[in-house]
């Protein structure tokens, strides 16, 4: 079956625009989480979706970040005024119904901020 | 706060030889313990896991053990092969993961 996409795949910006980045779930997984990898890091995370609970936004480095989840479909991750530091892949994963099951990434969007 | 240590790469093996990578954790509680790997131009996988003090996970040869008392979940294999070229991370937690910078590992025939 089709795993986790994400899109656009490579995303150039200049610094101040806003950018959103896609993610499509597994079709069923009502667990959804975004993270981030800079050069040279591992993953941070960032926010976190889990059926209709009120999401986690205990990673968000700022509130420049935001993400919507429609129901247990699509999410949109919001990035306003961008900074260089916002460089980094952004990675989205899901599982079936979060705790610790197995997380299913996405490829990743590539920002790149100039 | 959590957080994960794993050792610095990359890592040179020739086919055949025995691998460790090796990973220490801190953490509240006692959350599960997670070996994810990335093939060069794929994403991030699951490899193993492990949920409790003293579970071994193990996948495609690979093992590691959660090991309460060292705050350890070294990963390990008997003999790599060249296809298992890869960045391996190690990561932790309940739902959220935290991970480790991830180990570059290469393989050479």
């Known amino acids: 079956g089709a795993g986790v996409s994400q899109s656009p795949s490579n995303k150039v910006t200049e610094k101040g625009k806003d950018v959103e980045l896609r993610c499509d779930p597994i079709?069923?997984?009502?667990?959804l989480y975004w993270y981030r990898q800079r050069l040279g890091q591992g993953l941070e995370f960032l926010i976190y979706f889990q059926g209709n609970s009120a999401p986690d936004k205990s990673g968000l480095p700022s509130d420049r970040f935001s993400a919507e989840r429609t129901g247990e479909s699509v999410s949109t991750l919001t990035i306003q005024r961008t900074q260089q530091e916002d460089s980094a892949v952004y990675l989205c994963?899901?599982?079936?119904?979060?705790?610790?099951?197995?997380?299913?990434f996405g490829p990743g969007t590539r920002l790149l901020v100039l | 706060g959590n957080s994960v240590t794993q050792m610095e790469g990359p890592v040179t093996l020739s086919e055949e030889a025995f691998l460790t990578i090796n990973c220490t954790y801190t953490?509240?509680?006692?959350?599960?313990l997670f070996w994810y790997v990335q093939y060069p131009g794929e994403g991030l996988q699951l490899l193993l896991k492990?949920?409790?003090?003293?579970d071994k996970g193990s996948n495609k040869g690979f093992e590691a053990t959660y090991r309460k008392e060292t705050t350890s979940f070294h990963l390990e294999k008997g003999s790599v092969q060249v296809s298992d070229s890869a960045v391996y991370f190690c990561a932790l937690g309940y739902s959220t993961l935290t991970f480790g910078k991830g180990t570059m590992l290469l393989v050479s025939p």
């Open positions: 079709s069923g997984h009502t667990a």
């Open positions: 953490a509240t509680g006692y959350p599960s």
């Open positions: 994963a899901s599982s079936l119904d979060g705790g610790d099951g197995t997380q299913y």
């Open positions: 492990a949920t409790k003090a003293d």
